[in-house]
Every structure is written in structure tokens, then in C-alpha cells.
């Protein structure tokens, strides 16, 4: 069989590359560092985490992101096993030895007979007679060959900073006080949830957000082009307190059911999923910190006891917009030879990238192999994360995602119950999960 040949060798094309090895496919990885850096490495190891040394939440029945170890611990992943090996004690959260776990990936690769690692920068789309490539070459993608991956999806779907508004489970939504109406009613009327604000809770919370806590740019990440049409929510605060009422906060065309008139100040939220689970908060995004998102964002009427899916942020980052490029099995469709994985699809961390690279790994190595690469079930929080970022996520407003179980279809409730309780909720969402995952794992019977 000739290679698969992976880019970048960091969490995504570390997992990308072991998953093609593991299944006897031979893998080349090309990882650029030590002849060419990134702003942010600063090692020559596979797989360095450049910045937290945690996995985030490792419990399964009520964390998505627990889920996700879960799922790719079953599915032999190499993070996951030497994350395992190299953990730290940090309570309910996966936290690593970042030397010793970089070591252990680094090695575990260097020794695998069916694993070539070639340290040069892969400075253009790959020659043509590589005809199954992934690239995984994250968020700090090498200037030259993220032109390229521009050139071929065209510039406008290829960003350089993300710029996320925070999202919001549909379900933690107070609608005694919140109601869907789209602004004069247009297209279907109710496309959009508003959150009413009069005028003492606008200026509380304009004070708010002129007097929260930010998080400061990188010195690298200092040249971040504030766009006109997507300034973090607090920079429009500071061009004058009525700006935001001019802007994303803009009662008009807008009529509150509780008082029939229009509201002072509204806060909209645009649905931001196929299956209607997570809406985003059109135009907030910002540099917060998040203790203070949940504080700020929770004083507005209807959001007060919000679960959020993600919060809100704006870094330097490389991402295409996926639901538009990319195939259910992550190949470009401009180009299928080339697979993309891990941050470059527009998830985000280190799990939810390796995840991708697991995925990426698994339908490269069953496409060269002319065996059917059959996805993950989107019951899975694999194949849920999957399906957001290839088909379910709006193209229009796409930006990064975490894993959340509000990717997930959700659970009908026993008969007579309107809803599963709370508590209920993620746990039942995570055995169907595992259960779904395991039979997606087992090997097809023969006729
Ligand atoms: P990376 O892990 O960045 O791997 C990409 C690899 O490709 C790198 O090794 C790079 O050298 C190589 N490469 C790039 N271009 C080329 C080329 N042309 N040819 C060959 N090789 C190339 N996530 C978290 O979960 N927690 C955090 O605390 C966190 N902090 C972050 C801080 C910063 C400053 C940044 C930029 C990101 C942070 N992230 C964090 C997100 C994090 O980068 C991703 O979660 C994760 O590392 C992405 O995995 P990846 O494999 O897609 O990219």
C-alpha cells in the first residue's frame, strides 16, 4: 500500500497518523518545527500542548468533552492512551505532563514500523502524486500553505481570527419573559429568540461590560483586525453607551408579548444548529473572561439561568468554514485527496482536534484500504462533532465549536413526561452514546 501522508504533526495529525498505522496503512508526517516555528511552540515534540496542560472534564456521564475521552479511548486513540499515561492529579479533570505526554506520542509514532516522521514544512498544496493527504496543520498553519488552502476553498471561507459569540442551550432559556420574533416579522416571523431590556437594565449593563474583566492579545496576536461588522461587544460599548442600541441591541421592528410594545434594548439569539438546540447571541462577541461572560450575560432578562454551550472569545486562529468545503468523511470537496482535521475544520481544543484527527485517521486508512468508511452515528459525540462542523452547523455565521451535548440529538422523554429531568438529561444523552459507539465499533458480521 503507499503512504497516507499527514501534515502537521501536532494533537490532530499525531491521533490522524497513529489510526492509519494501527489499521496497517504506512503513514509519512510531516511536522515542520524544529526548521520553521510557530508564535506558540516551543518544542521540537509531537503532539505539544501549547498553552493549558488539561484535557478539560474527564467524566463521562455529565461532561461532553468526558464523553469524547470515553469515545476515543474505545477507539484506541494515542492522545487519549498517553494522556492516561502522563496524568497529573487536578480533581475531575484530565490534566497532563506536558513533556512526558509529547515524549510518549513522539515515540510512540518514531517506533511504529509503519510510521515515516519527515521534519520539513509542507510550504504549498502537496505535490499531486500524494493522493491521500490530511491536513492538520492548526492554528497557526504556516503562512504559505494556508494561502494555498485559501486559494483552493476561496479566501472567504479560510479565516485568521475567529470571532465567537457565545452560545446558548436552547432549553436553559427562560420564555415566561424571552420570545421568538424575527425583527418586522420577516421570513417565517420567528426565526429569532429576544431577551427584552428597559432602560435601567441596558445602562446596568453597559456599565457592566465597560467595567468587566478582558483577557489581553497575545504580543503575536496583536495585529487582530477588528472587523467593522464583528467588534467584540464591549469595544462597540466603549464608542458610546447608545451604540449597541443602534446596533445588535436594537429594539425595533420588535414586540415584547408581555408589555406589547417594543422594548428598550433587546438581545437577539439566531439559531446555530440544524437540530435547533443552541442558538448564538447575534454580534456579542468579545475578549470577556468568562467568569465575567456568565455574570454579564446572565443579568439579561430571559438568559438568567443560561447554560452555555460555549462562551464567547476572539484569538489569532486559522479555520475554513467547513459545512461549506468539506465532505461527510472531511475531504475537500474542491479536491478529495485532501482530508482536513483537527483546529483547521473550526472545532476547537485540544480533544475536539485530536478527536478529528481520529476520524480523519480512520477514513483515510479505510479509503486506501477500498473498505467503506461509515461515520460515526451523530448519537456519538464523535459523530456528533462531526456532523456540526460538515453539514449541521449554519455555513453563514460559522466560527469554532467545543463539543457539547447540545450537538447531540436530543433524548425523547419517557411517555407522560414533557421533558427528561435535568439531571437525567446528559447522563441518558452519554449511555446512548457509548452504546451507539460500541456498536459502530464492532466488526460487521460476515454473510
Ligand atoms: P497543532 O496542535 O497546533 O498542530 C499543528 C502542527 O502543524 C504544529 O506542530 C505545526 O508546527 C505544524 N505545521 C503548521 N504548518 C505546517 C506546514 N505547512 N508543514 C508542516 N507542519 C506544519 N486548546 C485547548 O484545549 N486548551 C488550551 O489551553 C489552548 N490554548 C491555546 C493557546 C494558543 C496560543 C493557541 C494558538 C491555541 C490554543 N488552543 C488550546 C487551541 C489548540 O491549538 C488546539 O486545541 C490544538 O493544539 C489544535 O490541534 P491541531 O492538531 O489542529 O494543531
Keep these: 500500500l503507499s503512504p497516507v501522508h499527514v501534515v502537521g504533526g501536532g494533537l490532530a495529525g499525531s491521533e490522524a497518523a497513529w489510526q492509519i498505522a494501527r489499521s496497517g496503512v504506512p503513514v509519512v508526517l510531516h511536522e515542520m518545527r524544529p526548521q520553521r516555528k510557530t508564535p506558540a511552540h516551543k518544542t521540537e515534540g509531537l503532539a505539544e500542548l501549547v498553552c493549558s496542560n488539561s484535557f478539560r472534564s474527564d467524566d463521562a456521564m455529565n461532561n461532553a468533552v468526558g464523553l469524547l475521552h470515553a469515545e476515543m479511548r474505545r477507539c484506541d486513540s494515542l492522545i487519549m492512551r498517553c494522556g492516561d499515561e502522563h496524568r497529573l492529579p487536578a480533581g475531575g479533570a484530565l490534566a497532563v ?30 505535490p499531486e502524486d500524494w493522493d491521500s493527504v490530511i491536513l492538520a496543520t492548526g492554528p497557526l498553519t504556516s503562512p504559505a500553505l494556508a494561502e494555498a488552502i485559501g486559494a483552493l476553498g476561496g479566501e472567504d471561507h479560510l479565516a485568521f481570527f475567529d470571532a465567537i459569540a457565545p452560545i446558548v442551550h436552547r432549553e436553559s432559556i427562560d420564555f415566561d419573559v424571552a420570545w421568538f420574533q424575527s425583527r418586522y416579522d420577516k421570513g417565517g416571523g420567528k426565526d429569532y429568540i ?24 497575545r504580543e503575536w496576536e496583536k495585529d487582530t483586525p477588528y472587523f467593522e461588522g464583528c467588534l467584540p461587544i464591549e469595544v462597540m460599548a466603549e464608542r458610546g453607551r447608545e451604540t449597541l442600541r443602534y446596533g445588535p441591541m436594537k429594539p425595533v421592528g420588535l414586540t415584547d408579548p408581555r408589555s406589547e410594545r417594543e422594548a428598550h434594548a433587546v438581545v437577539q439569539l439566531r439559531q446555530d444548529n440544524a437540530l435547533g438546540t443552541l442558538f448564538n447571541m447575534v454580534g456579542f462577541q468579545t475578549k470577556l473572561k468568562y467568569g465575567e461572560q456568565l455574570r454579564i450575560f446572565r443579568s439579561i432578562p430571559g438568559l438568567e439561568n443560561a447554560e452555555f454551550a460555549r462562551l464567547g472569545g476572539l484569538h489569532r486562529n486559522t479555520f475554513i468554514n467547513s459545512p461549506k468545503l468539506l465532505d461527510g468523511q472531511l475531504r475537500m470537496k474542491a479536491a478529495p485527496r485532501l482530508r482536513v482535521a483537527g483546529q483547521v475544520t473550526g472545532v476547537e481544543g485540544y ?15 479505510a479509503e486506501r484500504k477500498g473498505e ?6 451523530p448519537t456519538t459525540a464523535l459523530g456528533a462533532l462531526l456532523s456540526h462542523i460538515t453539514g449541521g452547523a449554519e455555513a453563514e455565521t460559522f466560527q469554532p465549536m467545543n463539543i457539547n451535548f447540545g450537538l447531540l440529538p436530543p433524548i425523547a422523554p419517557p411517555p407522560g413526561q414533557r421533558k427528561l429531568k435535568k439531571r437525567d438529561r446528559k447522563p441518558a444523552l452519554a449511555t446512548r452514546a457509548l452504546e451507539d459507539l460500541d456498536g459502530w465499533l464492532e466488526p460487521v458480521p460476515a454473510d
Excluded: M, W
Design 351 to 365: 480533544v475536539e482536534s485530536a478527536a478529528v484527527g481520529l476520524l480523519a485517521g480512520r477514513f483515510a486508512a
Design 372 to 377: 467503506g468508511a461509515n461515520p460515526p452515528p
Design 194 to 217: 429576544n431577551c427584552p431590556l428597559d432602560r435601567e437594565q441596558y445602562e446596568a449593563f453597559i456599565d457592566a461590560l465597560l467595567n468587566g474583566e478582558k483577557t489581553e492579545f
Design 97 to 126: 505532563d506536558r513533556d512526558g505526554f509529547s515524549e510518549a506520542v513522539t515515540a510512540n509514532l518514531a517506533e511504529h514500523p509503519l510510521v515515516e516522521i519527515r521534519r520539513e514544512e509542507v510550504a504549498g498544496l502537496p
